[in-house]
């Protein structure tokens, strides 16, 4: 069985500075999706970015960038120019290739920006 | 946008009273899914459907059964609730073919178990 692991229950940065979320998970499939979720206070969880295993290139979404692992098994979270609407909780998420939709989640990590 | 919804935001019941949390998506999408989420233990999954009238169970479905009579409808059901199911409840789906997969959240509903 796969698991996911975030060692990081609680984390602050200051506002417009940089915060990396830690995300390891154990698997023994070579092919398998990641993912990381926010989940704002009181708000629908969505989605922040994804990466597909089989891809080197470390994905990135605006602020949002990620630094995949795949040796190590590590699956990071860097975001830049935090903004007070960064608060929330993150989850990460892994996906094997044909497993029709099912996802293992971390723990989370909560994520204070502070002004 | 999907538009994953369910039927309450908060809710309070009883202890032994039989309790439906309904959820609906607009998408289309074969999969859904029941998720229990409680502080330090992340997101875990009760049971989910990857079709009408099929489900499978997940890792923690013990006290709760599920039903899928419509694509777009999932429920969850607590036979009957103990004060240990008190916990905020997420309803998910997504489609089964597609090259990532990914999961669309309803609000979520925090159910008290008095």
């Known amino acids: 069985a796969q698991t996911v692991t975030q060692s990081q229950p609680e984390m602050s940065v200051q506002e417009a500075e940089t915060v990396t979320l830690s995300c390891t998970y154990d698997?023994?499939?070579?092919?398998?999706?990641l993912f990381w979720y926010k989940q704002p206070p009181s708000r629908q969880m969505i989605l922040v970015i994804r990466q597909e295993a089989y891809k080197q290139q470390n994905a990135t979404e605006n602020r949002f960038s990620v630094n995949f692992q795949k040796a190590a098994k590590s699956f990071s979270l860097k975001i830049s120019d935090s903004q007070l609407g960064d608060t929330a909780m993150y989850f990460c998420a892994f996906m094997r290739h044909t497993n029709a939709g099912k996802s293992t989640f971390g723990d989370g990590t909560t994520l204070t920006v502070k002004p | 946008d999907v538009k994953v919804t369910q039927s309450s935001r908060y809710l309070v019941k009883r202890t032994g009273e039989k309790v439906f949390l309904e959820c609906v998506q607009d998408m289309d999408h074969e999969n859904m899914f029941w998720y229990r989420q409680d502080p330090g233990l992340g997101l875990r999954l009760i049971y989910f459907?990857?079709?009408?009238?099929?489900?499978e169970k997940g890792d923690i479905p013990e006290g709760y059964s599920v039903s899928r009579e419509k694509k777009e409808r999932f429920s969850l059901i607590l036979e009957s609730a103990s004060t240990n199911q008190t916990s905020m409840y997420l309803c998910a789906s997504s489609p089964y073919r597609g090259s990532y997969n990914e999961q669309f959240f309803g609000p979520g509903t925090r159910l008290t178990v008095l």
């Open positions: 698997t023994s499939e070579n092919n398998y999706y």
């Open positions: 459907s990857y079709d009408v009238k099929m489900k």
